[in-house]
């Protein structure tokens, strides 16, 4: 099993959908949780922080769910500018802190 | 300016050639990352260097080998290229070790003929 995993999609939408990516992870260890986001042939960026209680930040919404090793990314009112790789990360604990464990990613297409 | 920085961006080589990939950030950072993007888009970590001490060294054959000459360069060099080895490798830095907002560099895409 891999230590994160995502539903690799493709989700093609129209702007003005929302859109949930959901993501799981092995490692009850993992520490904190966070949403990189991947354009095409690009690096990946930090896009979000994922916290217990939920956080947001403008139309993008993370949650995380311990008990069920489960995270989760809504986009609301959907922006062509949207499209691209959504990276679902988890930050092992202990001594391993600081190694990031990456998703294989979900490919996100916004449609006009 | 760039905030990290990989040379080359493409590399094309035979098998069994030796290559190297250079990297640079100047943001100031204590901890330096190589990761491998493969094929299907997973991006594994390869090897951190915390002030210059290698901090995380994982499963990744003997054929690479990083070199961090001062805290602002990882390089990483490859011998006897393999077909497998292809890939897009990406170098990234953060302000510390554990802390988790990672910059990547703009990758360089590696292809073994």
Known sequence: RKEVEQDPGPFNVPEGATVAFNCTYSNSASQSFFWYRQDCRKEPKLLMSVYSSGNEDGRFTAQLNRASQYISLLIRDSKLSDSATYLCVANAGGTSYGKLTFGQGTILTVHP | ?113
């Open chain 2, 1 to 113: 300016d760039t905030a990290v920085s990989q040379t080359p961006k493409y590399l094309v080589t035979q098998m069994g050639n030796d290559k190297s990939i250079k990297c640079e950030q100047n943001l100031g950072h204590d901890t330096m990352y190589w990761y491998k993007q493969d094929s299907k888009k997973f991006l594994k970590i390869m090897f951190s260097y915390n002030n210059k001490e290698l901090i995380i060294n994982e499963t990744v054959p003997n054929r690479f080998s990083p070199k961090s000459p001062d805290k602002a360069h990882l390089n990483l060099h490859i011998n006897s290229l393999e077909l497998g080895d292809s890939a897009v490798y990406f170098c990234a830095s953060s302000q510390r070790q554990g802390t988790v907002e990672q910059f990547f560099g703009p990758g360089t895409r590696l292809t073994v003929l």
